[in-house]
T-cell receptor, first 114, second 112 residues
Framework: NAGVTQTPKFQVLKTGQSMTLQCAQDMNHEYMSWYRQDPGMGLRLIHYSVGAGITDQGEVPNGYNVSRSTTEDFPLRLLSAAPSQTSVYFC?????????????FGPGTRLTVL | EDKVVQSPLSLVVHEGDTVTLNCSYEVTNFRSLLWYKQEKKAPTFLFMLTSSGIEKKSGRLSSILDKKELFSILNITATQTGDSAIYLCAVVYGGSQGNLIFGKGTKLSVKP
């Protein structure tokens, strides 16, 4: 099993550009989520999904969109990037029975918005 | 407001020392508390605690939860330089699938 994979590992954008951060898991987990991690702020939940076709907002959803058309994939879209979105982004998944318990994290995407 | 507070925010010790990291929380309908270790990349799971007073142990690491006083501690004995990392505490709370909130983490540096 590859676990949770994320692409790209690094990305530099200009303000106003759009892009999609990819996340995939091969563990058949129903629950997937996106976090951003900023210095001194810990991990903050952006969006999450409890299953295919179902998504919901987390703590800091503004400026981000998600969709969940399959169990495996949970892409995060930035429609118009802003410097405030410079951060490290982590995707995570867990078994629905466990809910948030023991989440498995991807390796992260380091995004810089100029 | 639901919150998770970790202390200290950073800590420097020498190899062989024992350290105690703290995590306190204020949430509605507590469900579980999780500890993660984050080195250079993604967080990796250490412990999940749901019941008070039951110690979870893995090698030199151990953790316990006090649901009455609303806190957990993570102990690391005989620290090694490989223990240097950010230690994250997270709390699952609320109904249905629950919500998850992370503390800001404790950065532990172990000097040789």
């Amino acid at each position: 099993n590859a676990g949770v994979t994320q692409t790209p590992k690094f990305q530099v954008l200009k303000t106003g550009q759009s892009m999609t951060l990819q996340c995939a898991q091969d563990m058949n987990h129903e629950y997937m989520s996106w976090y951003r991690q900023d210095p001194g702020m810990g991990l903050r939940l952006i969006h999450y999904s409890v299953g295919a076709g179902i998504t919901d907002q987390g703590e800091v959803p503004n400026g981000y969109n998600v969709s969940r058309s399959t169990t495996e994939d949970f892409p995060l879209r930035l429609l118009s990037a802003a410097p405030s979105q410079t951060s490290v982004y982590f995707c995570a998944s867990s078994d629905r029975q466990g809910g948030h318990n023991e989440q498995f994290f991807g390796p992260g995407t380091r995004l810089t918005v100029l | 407001e639901d919150k998770v507070v970790q202390s200290p925010l950073s800590l420097v010790v020498h190899e062989g020392d024992t350290v105690t990291l703290n995590c306190s929380y204020e949430v509605t309908n507590f469900r579980s508390l999780l500890w993660y270790k984050q080195e250079k990349k993604a967080p990796t799971f250490l412990f999940m605690l749901t019941s008070s007073g039951i110690e979870k142990k893995s090698g030199r690491l151990s953790s316990i939860l006090d649901k009455k006083e609303l806190f957990s501690i993570l102990n690391i004995t005989a620290t090694q330089t490989g223990d240097s990392a950010i230690y994250l505490c997270a709390v699952v709370y609320g109904g249905s699938q629950g919500n998850l909130i992370f503390g800001k983490g404790t950065k532990l540096s172990v000097k040789p």
